[in-house]
């Protein structure tokens, strides 16, 4: 019995920042797990944002290069995304995704953390 939990969604000016969290809780051991934060708004396919991986590469979408940053912390089941230099684009649903580094169909979401980039 696995569970997500996003965190840190906000209503943020242009040229803010925000720092999202994706806590898990059951019998998972994080390291095992591919970890990406993804981004969807109405009528537009979920984008993969970022990246990394149970070995450590780390990957990003072009957009957000240079201004977004994944990290995780495997003793506390926890995975971020640090974003800044915000930007109206950047507005979106947040979902966190774990998958199993072998076993693949072994796959988590959470709910997702709302991000809104407005004056």
């Known amino acids: 019995q696995v569970q997500l939990a996003e965190s840190g969604g906000d209503l943020v000016q242009p040229g803010g920042s925000l720092r999202l969290s994706c806590a898990a809780s059951?019998?998972?051991?994080?390291?095992?797990?591919?970890v990406g934060w993804y981004r969807q708004v109405p009528g537009k396919e979920r984008e993969l944002v970022a990246s990394?991986?149970?070995?450590?590469?780390?990957n990003y979408t072009a957009s957000v290069k240079g201004r977004f940053t994944i990290s995780r912390d495997n003793a506390k089941k926890t995975v971020y995304l640090e974003m800044n230099s915000l930007s109206p684009e950047d507005t979106a649903l947040y979902y966190c995704?774990?998958?199993?580094?072998?076993?693949?169909?072994?796959?988590?979401w959470g709910q997702g953390t709302q991000v809104t980039v407005s004056s």
């Open positions: 059951g019998t998972i051991i994080l390291s095992f797990y591919d």
């Open positions: 990394i991986a149970s070995v450590g590469s780390i």
């Open positions: 995704n774990l998958r199993h580094r072998t076993l693949w169909n072994r796959s988590y």
